[in-house]
């Protein structure tokens, strides 16, 4: 097709920096990747991508899991990859680097996240609960991600929109 004829994208800007496109998807069934047009559109153009969604925090953490977990006392977070995985496998076997998104954001980080017992309706934890989560949390995101795809991921966006549009911090719960 007309898409994927001529110059490659990241080719033409080798000398200068990396050309990503995101794999969009809100699951992995409806991932960009599943489109052959647009598989071959990553391929021809692009040497980095990531993930509009299948990355973050919601789609990673497991609620029943984690409050299977904290009743036989396992306090950390428990994390389930499988939603990266087809898209991190494409990228690997096509020689396109990742950026890994996000480790933390305000939104899309389900509300049990900050909730006694991982319960939707538990009290909030505290300060250092949340600090012991989180930590567990991108931790076991690191280590996942670089073991199993070592060399795919190359960076990460660790804070995802952390200023309100007039600069200032956001404030979280």
């Not at 977990?69 to 494409?90: C, M, Q, R």
């Not at 931790?139 to 549009?165: F, H, K, M």
């Amino acid at each position: 097709t007309p898409a994927t004829t001529g110059t490659k994208l990241k080719d033409a800007y080798r000398d200068y920096f990396t050309i990503g496109a995101a794999i969009n998807g809100s699951q992995p069934s409806n991932s960009t990747i599943r489109s052959a047009a647009m598989s071959e559109i990553l391929k021809y153009h692009f040497n980095s991508t990531t993930f509009s969604n299948l990355m973050k925090p919601s789609y990673l953490l497991q609620q029943q899991e984690s409050m299977k977990n904290f009743s036989k006392g396992i306090l950390t977070p428990a994390v389930d990859f499988s939603s990266a995985a087809e898209g991190l496998n494409f990228a690997r076997e096509n020689g396109i680097k990742m950026r890994g998104h996000v480790l933390v954001w305000h939104n899309q980080v389900p509300e049990w996240f900050f909730r006694e017992g991982y319960d939707d309706s538990g009290a909030y934890v505290d300060r250092d609960t949340m600090l012991m989560r989180l930590e567990s949390y991108i931790r076991q995101v690191l280590e996942y991600y670089q073991s199993t795809y070592p060399g795919v991921i190359y960076c990460w966006d660790v804070v995802n929109e952390a200023l309100n549009e007039d600069g200032t911090l956001r404030k979280t719960v």
